[in-house]
């Protein structure tokens, strides 16, 4: 199976600030790496997919990126409404795997 | 509107059956593969499985975990999912979503149902 090790396990932030979080893959899963949004209560939302495409109506402010088996997704500024937590996901193979999450709160 | 809604959830005792339904609706159920996933008390996401679309068979892939206790099956004729879930443990206590699945050469999960609360306990 394909760990997905992501990092940090949680953080704190204020509005208006960049935001990093990492994900690596234990072996070459190409561009098959996925970052959703979860909220307590909330259906999972899709962020990006394919390590850097924006998925249809999400802000802008959300970045993906990819450096060999180690994947980014950056919020440029954040914003109210993104404290919630984040996990990363491979898609190369099955089993479908997820990174451990992590939850942005408000500093 | 594009929409997932889960239904079934309860409380069941190990070793019990239950069968939860992923009704879909503002899309052509029939294009697309399912995935379910579920997660447990304050865990993370864990991929249950998935059904692939008529045209690629039907076929089911499971976790590990579940592979031979639940089965994922598909209704095109009332546009449904469902995951049978038998043979219950405690520690398939979680909410379980499913999820639209997109294929077309990446693959990924781009619309969610709410979820529903499955908890398994004597």
């Known amino acids: 199976d394909i760990q997905m090790t992501q990092s940090p396990s949680s953080l704190s932030a204020s509005v208006g600030d960049r935001v990093t979080i990492t994900c690596r893959a234990s072996q070459s899963i190409s561009s098959y790496l996925n970052w959703y949004q979860t909220k307590s209560g909330q259906a999972p939302k899709l962020l990006i997919y394919a390590a850097s495409s924006l998925q249809s109506g999400v802000p802008s402010r959300f970045r993906g990126s990819r450096s060999g088996t180690d994947f980014t997704l950056t919020i440029t500024s954040l914003q109210p409404e993104d404290f919630a937590t984040y996990y990363c996901q491979q898609s190369y193979s099955t089993p479908l795997t997820f990174g451990g999450g992590t939850k942005v709160a408000i500093k | 509107e594009v929409q997932l809604v889960e239904s079934g959830g309860g409380l069941v005792q190990p070793g019990r059956s239950l069968r939860l339904s992923c009704a879909s609706s503002?899309?052509?159920?029939?294009?697309?593969?399912m995935s379910w996933f579920r997660q447990a008390p304050e865990k993370g996401l864990e991929w249950v499985g998935f059904?692939?679309?008529?045209?690629?068979?039907?076929?089911?892939e499971y976790a590990a975990s579940v592979k031979g206790r639940f089965t994922i099956s598909r209704d095109e004729s009332q546009s449904t999912a469902y995951l049978q879930m038998d043979s219950l443990k405690t520690d398939d206590t979680a909410v379980y979503y499913c999820?639209?699945?997109?294929?077309?050469?990446?693959?990924?999960?781009?619309?969610w149902g709410k979820g529903t609360t499955v908890i398994v306990s004597s």
């Open positions: 503002g899309f052509t159920f029939g294009d697309y593969a």
């Open positions: 999820a639209r699945a997109v294929t077309h050469f990446y693959y990924y999960m781009d619309v």
């Open positions: 059904i692939r679309s008529k045209d690629y068979g039907a076929t089911t």
